[in-house]
């Protein structure tokens, strides 16, 4: 696994290597302690008695609101919907073919705007020698895997990085942020989700 991390006042960024199975089994794993609360609670639980001596852990606890009357409870009311992969939203411009899990550009779906926090999921490919000119973020956690093929990451901190298969990158936009994206490989297209 290669780590590389950078950082200033606004944003830090973070490359790890996985594969896909340990990158998928952690943002499910993410995803789970994220919004099962039960769950949550029971693993901070069981890491507080392991760490009693580490002041640095402390626990926390996120209520839901339970949508029959409204009273936050502290319980998860958590439930898995099968949604196929073509009912996503989906727009072809030539050099990228993207699928939008939420609401998204000119996808909007008032039923999958969002899961939580998690507001964005869209798995993208980007034709070679083509990518996302220079644009800003704010106040946004941002993970990309790379499924397939590499792509080039270049931001205001002045960092410059080539992402392939298998790397998973995290960067917190901070109080703000400008980076492009460009798939500078001549021969293959790249397949990422963000």
């Known amino acids: 696994m290669s780590t590389k991390e950078h950082s200033n006042t606004n944003s830090v960024k973070t490359t790890l290597q996985f594969p896909f199975k340990t990158a998928a089994l952690i943002a499910l794993l993410g995803l789970t302690l994220s919004f099962f609360t039960p769950l949550r609670s029971s693993l901070s639980k069981s890491?507080?008695?392991?760490?009693?001596?580490?002041?640095?852990?402390?626990?926390?606890?996120?209520?839901?609101?339970?949508?029959?009357?409204?009273?936050?409870?502290?319980?998860?009311?958590?439930?898995?919907?099968?949604?196929?992969?073509?009912?996503?939203?989906?727009?072809?411009?030539g050099w990228l073919y993207t699928y939008h899990t939420f609401a998204f550009a000119s996808y909007y779906d008032p039923n999958n705007a969002e899961f939580g926090p998690l507001r964005v999921i869209n798995e993208d490919r980007v034709e070679k020698g083509t990518g996302f000119g220079t644009h800003s973020h704010a106040e946004f956690l941002i993970w990309s895997y790379i499924v397939n093929g590499e792509l080039e990451h270049k931001d205001s901190m002045g960092n410059l990085e080539k992402l392939r298969r298998g790397e998973v990158q995290f960067t917190s936009a901070g109080t703000g942020i400008r980076h492009s994206e460009y798939n500078r490989n001549t021969k293959e297209d790249v397949h990422f989700l963000q």
């Open 47 to 93: 890491i507080s008695k392991i760490s009693s001596s580490s002041a640095a852990l402390t626990t926390r606890a996120m209520a839901t609101t339970a949508a029959s009357n409204g009273h936050t409870n502290g319980t998860s009311n958590l439930k898995i919907t099968k949604r196929p992969w073509d009912a996503r939203g989906h727009a072809d411009h």
